[in-house]
């Protein structure tokens, strides 16, 4: 496909269990991004991939979270030891020079 | 960091009638500034942005303003239709460590 791809869409989780969601930038395609969005609420930043460059992880809420991205493509966020609080849509974005940022449809992740 | 307020957080207007949403950010550096649309349900689609050099940019029905001495940028749409309403998000950002920081977000609500 042309666009962003994000799986699982949904994840329903028990609380204290791990969770790994995955996102296909587009192809090409050099800087990656997650971000959180909780219900009703805005846009919150989680980690930056450019490149081969270190990764910005400073909007990571806590070392329960991690992301990698192997090959500079398919990225992967994982949270350890879910809460409750971390229920929301995680979307990623990919970016290529001259455009803004262009997003997946998400994973709305249910901790229960 | 960066900072983005966003106002206002609802608007409603009638069909026909323009709407207008602005943004002011504080890092005098930002130099980028894209607009997304979020439809209920939806991904943030990037409908349109602007850079530090330039003022104003259309598409359509759509317009941003940008003033650099006051550090604020505006979207405007005219002749507003229902499938307009949906949550507009703005964000700004600078060269470098490309990291949009985003508006809170305005609910614009279209009524027929």
């Known amino acids: 496909g042309a666009g962003v791809s994000q799986s699982p869409s949904n994840k329903v989780t028990e609380k204290g269990k791990d969770v790994e969601l995955r996102c296909d930038p587009i192809s090409g395609h050099t800087a990656l991004y997650w971000y959180r969005q909780s219900l009703g609420q805005g846009l919150e930043f989680l980690i930056y991939f450019q490149g081969n460059s270190a990764p910005d992880k400073s909007g990571l809420p806590s070392d329960r979270f991690s992301a990698e991205r192997t090959g500079g493509s398919v990225s992967t966020l994982t949270i350890q030891r879910t809460q409750q609080e971390d229920s929301a849509v995680y979307l990623c974005?990919?970016?290529?020079?001259?455009?803004?940022?262009?997003f997946g449809p998400g994973t709305r992740l249910t901790v229960t | 960091g960066e900072n983005v307020e966003q106002h206002p957080s609802t608007l409603s207007v009638q069909e026909g009638d323009s709407a207008v949403i602005k943004c002011t950010y504080s890092?005098?550096?930002?130099?980028?500034f894209p607009w997304y649309k979020q439809e209920l349900g939806k991904r943030p689609q990037l409908i349109i942005d602007?850079?530090?050099?330039?003022g104003e940019k259309k598409d359509q029905r759509i317009a941003v303003t940008l003033n650099k001495t006051a550090k604020h940028f505006s979207l405007h749409i005219t002749e507003t239709q229902p499938e307009d309403s949906a949550v507009y998000f703005c964000a700004a950002s600078k060269g470098g460590s490309y990291i949009p920081t985003f508006g809170r977000g305005t609910s614009l609500i279209v009524h027929p």
């Open positions: 974005a990919s970016k290529t020079t001259g455009t803004g940022p262009l």
């Open positions: 890092d005098s550096a930002s130099n980028y």
């Open positions: 602007i850079r530090s050099n330039v």
